[in-house]
């Protein structure tokens, strides 16, 4: 292949992209290195502090009293933070601009695929985890994707590796290029498809090498334009082959994002989930405009009907609302931590909330559509043994306001759904006294409350003198 070299006007172009953002990334540091150099001489005065003298103890005051001056002058705690989060930020801009600049120059020497431009990025710098206190805005628990490919650091278990191996070489013996594209479409997979407990469906290691050789041929077809799309008019126009038509054009919405997620990988976390969810259910939400008013019904149909990797893969970048919309389609293949992220969404975000009026003017309230509709896709899971109730609640167990959660499930839902609830929360052994609670009121109905440390024998009482002979 002949080699098409990057022009003048190109360099320029780049030259003037990147300075202005490398010139704050060094003010950034700059800053960043006054409040180090502050934080590490304040921690070395604390120290010297317990063993000092009651004369060196005054001088240690004052240097200390100094060293707080310096810190607000350069503007404290929320400059830090700024600081460090500018910085980040540019670093990153800096890296996905380079790592461009390489990939272009790449296939233009003929070096790479498209398909291989993973391999060029550089690791970005994460975001600093903080926990979000706020009570009516918990964390987004598990999108089903894990950390981004570029931020993963933990190993394919040997039994996966070993089989994408063989099952690649097999389907592409002499063409080594296409079998390490297909360890780079493995980073596409749901994280707990990986590692983990994985859905029934993909507990063999075979299963998941052969969707991974799947999902490869799939995109190398597209990348070659040998997939051919459906148009608006085909998918919304009524016809004995319209269902095939949806089929197919969810297809090619699925072919199209991991594409543009291995062609160009270098994103932040949130841009990934948002780029994802809006790239997936954005264009969800026009195909059912095109279809008809039971659009999202027969999307999700149509999702029923795919082959288990693509509804896989589909599920994995859905948005909640999204997944609500459809009626949460194949939640077979949900990771566990989606239920509570659901359960968690269901009760918290307006966007699935209504207004009543009360005596005290409209207040929202919790709608229990979407609650009922997570806790009867758990316990179809839960009948076929395909999944861990634990696995469910020890992230809800985790938030500071998991227990006022399970308190808005318990009373917004029906009483097969609090059954299950309970159920669950006693298998598990966590929520003791909650669960206590919540076993008492299905006893003795929804508003009734334990005053008593006899409420075994209370139980056993009513349950004997209520018995039909």
Do not use: C
């Not at 975001?127 to 089903?144: A, F, I, K, N, T």
């Not at 969810?250 to 790239?279: C, M, S, W």
């Not at 609640?393 to 318990?410: A, C, N, R, Y």
């Amino acid at each position: 292949m002949a080699v098409i070299p990057i022009g003048p006007d190109r360099r320029t172009v780049f030259k003037n992209t990147v300075v202005p953002h490398a010139a704050e990334a060094r003010k950034q540091h700059v800053i960043l290195s006054e409040f180090t150099r502050i934080a590490a001489d304040l921690q070395a005065a604390r120290e010297l502090f317990v063993t000092s003298s009651t004369d060196e103890k005054v001088v240690l005051k004052e240097w200390m009293e100094e060293l707080h001056r310096e810190q607000f002058a350069l503007g404290g705690g929320p400059l830090n933070v700024f600081a460090r989060e500018t910085f980040r930020l540019e670093v990153n801009f800096l890296r996905n601009e380079y790592d461009n600049w390489a990939i272009e120059n790449a296939k233009l020497k003929g070096e790479i695929t498209p398909l291989r431009a993973i391999e060029v990025t550089r690791p970005q710098v994460p975001p600093e985890v903080r926990g979000r206190r706020e009570h009516d805005s918990p964390p987004r628990l598990h999108h089903g994707l894990g950390t981004l490919p570029i931020h993963r650091t933990f190993e394919v278990p040997v039994d996966i590796s070993t089989a994408l191996t063989a099952m690649s070489s097999r389907r592409w013996p002499q063409d080594q290029e296409t079998q390490k594209i297909a360890q780079n479409v493995l980073s596409l997979f749901p994280e707990n498809f990986i590692r983990g407990p994985r859905p029934s469906a993909f507990r063999r290691p075979g299963d998941i090498a052969s969707a991974v050789v799947d999902v490869t041929a799939m995109l190398i077809d597209y990348s070659e334009g040998r997939v051919i799309s459906p148009s608006g008019r085909d998918i919304g126009q009524p016809s004995a082959e319209q269902e095939a038509k949806i089929q197919a054009g969810i297809h090619i919405i699925l072919l199209h994002e991991l594409y543009a997620e291995l062609t160009d990988p270098a994103v932040t976390e949130r841009g990934f989930l948002l780029r994802v969810q809006k790239n997936i259910s954005s264009t969800f939400n026009q195909m059912a405009e095109m279809i008809d008013k039971e659009g999202f019904e027969r999307i999700a149909s149509a999702i029923e009907s795919l082959p288990d990797i693509e509804a896989a893969l589909i599920r994995s970048r859905l948005s909640i609302s999204e997944d609500i919309k459809l009626g949460f389609p194949r939640s077979e293949l949900a990771h566990p931590k989606r239920f509570a992220e659901m359960l968690d969404w269901a009760v918290y975000s307006r966007a699935n909330r209504v207004t009543i009026d009360t005596d005290f003017g409209k207040r929202w309230v919790t709608s229990s559509t979407a609650i009922d509709l997570v806790l009867e896709k758990l316990q179809e899971r839960e009948e076929t043994g395909d999944i861990d109730m634990s696995a469910v609640l020890i992230p809800i167990s985790t938030m500071p306001h998991g227990e006022d959660l399970l308190e808005k499930v318990f009373i917004a839902t029906h009483d097969q759904g609090r059954t299950l609830l309970v159920q669950a929360m006693e298998d598990s052994g966590m929520f003791e006294e909650l669960t206590r609670d919540f076993s008492y009121q299905l006893d003795y109905g929804i508003n009734a409350h334990r005053t008593s440390s006899n409420d075994e024998d209370l139980r056993e009482y009513v349950y004997e003198h209520t018995e039909v002979s």
